[in-house]
Nanobody
Framework: QVQLVESGGGLVQAGGSLRLSCADS????????MGWFRQAPGKEREFVAA???????HYADSVKGRFTISRDNAKNTMYLQMNSLKPEDTAVYYC???????????????????WGQGTQVTVSS
């Protein structure tokens, strides 16, 4: 059974940085794509970034050049380094795991059957 646990959220001023982590347990982490999504109050959940099992990445236009997704397969952990944060980045951030063996880094939420509980990121102006 896949279990995803996010950490690293918090309150930061605009222009600051945060690093989110997502620990995956219960399966062979290294063979599956992973992704980050976020949901702001009153808005739909949206794609942020994804990474394939071999490290190919895909970003939403809104975070390109500011956010970096990475993974450490030895630690079964995925990361999201967020720099130059803006108030519009405020949201609950969710990590997600694919069930497709060695699949691509998808941007569609329905490609990810496994989800973490979410971690709050608040960026003050």
């Amino acid at each position: 059974q896949v279990q995803l646990v996010e950490s690293g959220g918090g309150l930061v001023q605009a222009g600051g940085s945060l690093r989110l982590s997502c620990a995956d347990s219960g399966r062979t982490f290294s063979n599956y794509a992973m992704g980050w999504f976020r949901q702001a109050p009153g808005k739909e959940r949206e794609f942020v970034a994804a990474i394939s099992w071999i490290g190919n990445t895909h970003y939403a236009d809104s975070v390109k050049g500011r956010f970096t997704i990475s993974r450490d397969n030895a630690k079964n952990t995925m990361y999201l380094q967020m720099n130059s944060l803006k108030p519009e980045d405020t949201a609950v951030y969710y990590c997600a795991a694919s069930s497709a063996w060695r699949g691509p880094p998808e941007a569609r939420s329905y490609d990810y059957p496994y989800w973490g509980q979410g971690t709050q990121v608040t960026v003050s102006s």
